[in-house]
Every structure is written in C-alpha cells, then in structure tokens.
C-alpha cells in the first residue's frame, strides 16, 4: 500500500531521444486509462442494466431496449419492495448473515488462534483436515445436511442455515486467520506471560487486535457469499416467511412471465446493501487479504 | 509473499512451524490448545463428520429418498458413472466435457485478465482506491441477483445484442439470445465466471506485485529492460506462485461449482451447459423417486478426488520450482 509502485509505463524507452520519450509516455498515459476504464466498464456493466431496467416502466422495458431511461421512475422499486414484504426477506436476511458472520470469527479466531501459537499433539493433523475439507463440494454434503437438520428438527429454520454455513467457512476462516495471527511476533505473548496474563488475556488483548485487518477481511468474506447464498437455503426452507433475499428473488422469477423491470427492481434490492458493506469496510479489507496471503 | 501463500493454501504447515518446545507439551498448554480448538471440533463432528460419513456411506448404496431401506451395491455407482451404465453413463461424460472446457478456459482467461489488469492498476496512484473498490463489484454481488442481470443483457432483444448491432457486427447477434443458442450459452457462462473471479485474482496479484523488491525493477530498468520485458522476463516469473493460487482456486471451482450453470440455464439448451456439479445436483434433488441418491454421492466423491489430486500436484510443481 505504501511507496512501492511499479510505475513501469513511464518509463522512457529510450532515453536518448526525450522528445519521443515524453511523447510515448502520453500515449502509454492514454492507453492505461483506457484500459483502466474500460475494466471498469465491464466490472459494472451488468450492473448498470439492473439500475436500467428497475427505473423503467412496464411499457418501457419492452418499448426501449436502451441502457437510459427515458422517464426514469423509481415507482417499480417502491412496487417491488411492498408488493412483495422485501423488508421482511431483508430482517431474514441480515439475521442469517450477522449470526453466520459472528460465528465464524469467534469460532474460527478462537481455533487459529491455538493453531498458530499454542503447542499441543494433534495440531498439525487437525488443522490439515480443515484445509482438506477446502475440497469437498457443496453438492455432496448438501444432501446429508437437510437429512441430518430434518432428524435433529432444524430444518426450515434460520439456525438451521447459520451452522452449516460456519461450518462450510472453516477450512478458509481458519486460512486466512491462522496466517494472521502467525505474524504477531512471539515476544508479545512471552511479555504478556511473564506478566502473569492467561492464554485467553494474551488471544483477547493482544492477539485478536493486533489481527484486526485479517478479522474484517474474513468477516467480508464469509458475510458476502451468506448473503448471495442460494443452494442450501433453496434446499431447506419451505415456509415463504422465512425466506431470504436470494429466494425471494428467486420466487419472484417463478411468476408466469419475465417482467424484467420487477425482477431488476428485486435484483437491485439484493446486491445494493451487501455493496455499501463492503464499500464501507473495502479499506480493511484489501490490507487485510494481502497481509493474511503474505502470511 | 508467494511461497508461504501457496504453501498455506496447498495445505501445509508453515504457519505451524512454531514447535520447538521439544516433545514434552506443557500440560496446560496442552489443556489451552485443545480449549480453543474445540468449538471448532465441536461443530465440525455435528456438521461436518456426520453428513461426511453419510455421504461416504451413501456413494455405495442404491437409495430414491423415500424407502426405508437402502440396497448396497459396492462399488456400482461409480462404476455406472465412468461409463458403465447406459442410462447415466452419456450424461455425464457430457457433462464432464463440459466442465473440461470451463476447467481450462476459466483458470487461462482469469489469469489472461487479472494479471496484466493488476500491473496496469499498480502502476497509477490516482484513482487506484476507487478503481481496485469498481473491480471488486462482481465479486461482492456473485449470486443469483447478478446472474439474472446478465440473462437480461443476454436476452435476443438484450444489451449484447444491441451493442453488437450499433457496432455493425450484426451478424454476431443471437436472434435466441446468447444463453438459447447450445453453441455460445457455455461461452457465454464462461464469461460470466471469469467476470466473477477475476476481482480476487487481481488482488491477489497486486499483493504479489507490491511485495516485489524494487531493486530488482531498477536494475531491470538499468538494463534496458522495457515495460513488456521487465513485466515478462521479471515479475510474471516471481509471481508464479500466486499464479499457482489463482489457478488452483479456479480450477476447484470450475470442477465444483454450478450455481450459475443451475440458474442461469439450468444445464440447457438441451444439456449444452450441463457440467458435473450441476449433474450431481440434479441426480440428489431433482430425479423424483428414482434411486439415484447413491449415485449423487459417489459423483461428489469423485469430484473432491480430483480437487485434492489437482490440490497436490499444484503444491509438487510449486516446491519444485522453489
């Protein structure tokens, strides 16, 4: 993050001539901020057809097929929204979310923490399990999960999402947070021992701070696909008010024909709140990832 | 920055290599360890050992869902599956071709896009923040909201088609769409799945490029290195090993996933985007009463093997390079 740009593209080739130099640096100036906004471009293209099609009337979006709207209403939103109880999808949704997310970075934080630092038989063995099971596909436990819920009665329930999908995020939480806390140097916790404070002090007052970067990082990653997930919750809720965004959509696309400017306004509904999320932790985010990889 | 990344994700033990406390564990120490483990371990034995065991278990019986008992039948199910069965064998070695195709065009055409997108990204300072935050939208909005948004723009009369019309490349269009056409719906996914994993695979490698020394940049630079020379003979080659993570990565999820192939065509036109996730999806939830329960499993099975196997090898190829 800090000075270590490669600013290759201004680089003069060769240096002999200066004139053909800077004039070369223009037009590699140019090319790289065509290339940088033509990405960007694309990175929103799809997007930019969501906000599109929801500002569109119902008349519109089969009478103009271009990406403006020519009388932009924002009357399909407020329609979609009411219509269809999104608010109550949306409690649903954030509740699955907070809850997985809380999950994961305590379990998980509290299992890297020992995997990192604390020396005890098994460690090596038990943490590659976690990493093997980066491996095994979803659709493979996806069965057994709804079987074992359906026996232990929570299937159909929130909790009943909420454990496998802290479950699922092991192998990565325990990753990334692993690394993290491998980076604190050793000399911290023997100060904080000869002080007299406990394992749980040393993991709670040094530790869990010191790695707050990689603790965002991984709060965003398991809240981003627990907020798009689809397979699982698709699987084992059968009552419609329990239902999260993902299946809300889903059930509004099951409707006789495509309305697509309806569909947009409940796509938009879905992605805008988990992009302000990230949005407003992107900063913590990007630093903790690199540091969590550099390990 | 490399090494212990791709060390980390092949599933090694570098950030355990703290020992040297000799084999005598402290005692209480020993008591912690397994005190902070074990919620963890606890979780994992209801939800993870459980439905593990079961699906194991279930991959060599014959079972619709419904009847009380399941008919063992060895190892037939994968048998069936590697061509041995008339009925389910051709689906899936259409399927397989498939997830080949994806296997190898979504590992090249990420790497294709993120790396040189990460070296053009670290080279400016204006605007990096915002621009690194706009890459990182198709990641953080990958689900079914998204993928609806491009079957909208894939439609026949969608933003696609219409682009290529106002460029006078009217003869690209799909009058079916993009997604109703068995030629261009599993190119047209592709696309989707490279847009979506590209923004973790250009972080990634702008992390490996701002751990370059930049001595080894000046003195390339001192060389008469120019930018396509430095970036070729220089960083792509001290990068690899996050290229290794990058394909590995992707080569899972090309192999596992199917979220999009499920709601984007549900495998069709026909099974033209029929891939092996989907088919193990379809042959646990979606056969009605056919037995076909025992066969999902060993399919899944079949699937971690080759992601583990893929997994090693990556890990063999990094070391040796080391």
Partial sequence: ?295 | MTAASSEAVAGAVSPLGRAGRGPHFRRREKAWGYAFVAPALLLFAVMGVYTIAYGFTLSFARWNGFSPRWIWVGLENYIDLLGGSPVYGPPVRAAALNTLWVMIAVPLLTVAVSFPLAVILNSVTRLRTVLRSVYFIPYVTNGIAIYFAWQYIYEPNGAINGVLGALGLGSLQQPQGFLGNPATALPALIVVMVWTAVPVAMLLYLAGLQAIDPALLEAAKIDGAGWWRTNRSVVWPLLTGTTAIVVLLNLRDALQGFQVFLIATNGGPGDATNVLGLETYRLAFLSELAPTLGLASALGWMLFLVALVIALVNQRMLRRLR
């Fill in chain 1, 1 to 295: 993050m800090t000075a270590t740009l490669v600013d290759q593209p201004q680089a003069p080739v060769a240096p002999a001539t200066p004139r053909r130099g800077s004039g070369g640096r223009a037009v590699a100036r140019v090319v790289v901020g065509v290339l940088l906004a033509g990405y960007a471009v694309v990175s929103l293209y799809p997007f930019l057809w969501m906000v599109s099609a929801a500002l569109k009337t119902r008349e519109e979006i089969i009478g103009n097929t271009g990406l403006i709207p020519r009388s932009p209403t924002l009357a399909t939103l407020v329609d979609t929204w009411d219509r269809l109880n999104f608010f109550g999808y949306f409690l649903n949704s954030v509740g699955v979310t907070f809850f997985t997310t809380l999950g994961v970075v305590v379990v998980y934080s509290a299992a890297a923490y020992a995997f990192a630092v604390i020396d005890f038989p098994g460690r090596t063995a038990l943490y590659r399990l976690f990493l093997v099971l980066l491996f095994v596909p979803a659709a493979v436990t996806l069965l057994p999960i709804v079987l074992l819920e359906n026996h232990l009665g929570i299937l159909g329930g929130h909790f009943g999402l909420i454990l496998p999908f802290v479950n699922g995020t092991a192998p990565l939480a325990i990753l990334l947070l692993t690394n993290a806390f491998d980076a604190v140097p050793d000399e911290l916790r023997d100060a904080a021992r000869v002080d007299g404070a406990g394992e749980f002090r040393i993991f709670a007052t040094i530790y869990v701070p010191l790695a707050r970067p990689a603790l965002v990082t991984i709060a965003l990653l398991t809240a981003i696909p627990t907020w798009n997930e689809y397979l699982l919750t698709r699987v084992s809720l059968n009552d419609a008010s329990a239902y999260t965004l993902p299946i809300a959509l889903q059930a509004l696309r099951s409707e006789q024909t495509i309305q697509y400017n309806t569909l947009m306004a409940g796509a938009l509904i879905v992605v805008i709140p988990i992009i302000i999320l990230f949005l407003s932790a992107q900063r913590y985010f990007v630093n903790g990832l690199v540091g969590a990889v550099k390990g």
